[in-house]
């Protein structure tokens, strides 16, 4: 019998991890659930701030997901994150 599955992950901006949901997946999407990022303590305004979450690779029981974090001032200083990545995956058994 099929079931649908959720694992949380926190994934530094710019890489990857992967999860493994013991099953066979059929299908699997995933969604930002969180997010965190500074300048450190200095002031900044921000001028733009991307974050993203996305499938990277599937096989068998296995999904990789990579996420963005980038924050981005006037003066073109960067900082960068992590993000909470919530992954829903509908899995045979």
Not at 32 to 53: C, F, I, N, T, W
Not at 58 to 68: E, H, R, Y
């Amino acid at each position: 019998m099929a079931s649908t599955k959720f694992i949380s992950v926190d994934i530094d901006s710019g890489q990857q991890k992967t999860i493994n949901f013991e099953n066979t997946i059929l299908n699997a999407g995933v969604a930002v659930q969180g997010y965190y990022v500074d300048y450190g303590g200095r002031d900044h305004h921000v001028l733009s701030l991307d974050v993203s979450a996305a499938i990277a690779s599937q096989s068998g029981s296995q999904l990789t997901v990579k996420a963005t974090c980038e924050m981005r001032d006037g003066s073109n200083n960067v900082a960068r994150g992590s993000v909470t990545v919530l992954a829903i995956a509908y899995c045979d058994g």
